[in-house]
């Protein structure tokens, strides 16, 4: 995978676009395009985008507590205290369109993730 270039969510409903801009190496704006939504995203818009995109995205959603516990590159899913949240795992950075790029994950109750392999 290449490196990631870290992009913020352009409004507070965008964090999944932003996390698949990342991802695909493109804007947060013409991944709204193509998924003709600029609010929320579901799992599904999420999978389905990756996948048309070449990459391979796991069908189970694994509970985790600890970064130790996660794959090299995943979609994170957080009940964050404001939220649901999307965030990125790659290469043991967390890239979290919210609250920047980190080394631990940002606050948050339940943690999800869904093991991504590039194309």
Not at 23 to 52: H, I, P
Request: glycine share 6%.
């Amino acid at each position: 995978m290449t490196e990631i270039r870290y992009i913020r969510e352009p409004t507070d409903l965008q964090c999944g676009q932003a996390v698949l801009a990342m991802l695909a190496g493109c804007s947060a704006e013409e991944v709204c395009e193509e998924l003709q939504n600029d609010r929320e995203t579901t799992l599904r818009e999420m999978k389905g985008y990756l996948r048309r995109h070449g990459f391979s995205v796991s069908d189970q959603r694994t509970a985790v507590t600890d970064r130790g516990e996660l794959p090299p590159v995943c979609l994170l899913s957080l009940e964050t205290p404001r939220c649901w949240h999307w965030s990125l795992f790659c290469g043991g950075t967390f890239y979290d369109p919210e609250h920047g790029v980190m080394q631990d994950f940002p606050d948050s109750a339940r943690r999800y993730y869904w093991e991504i392999k590039a194309p």
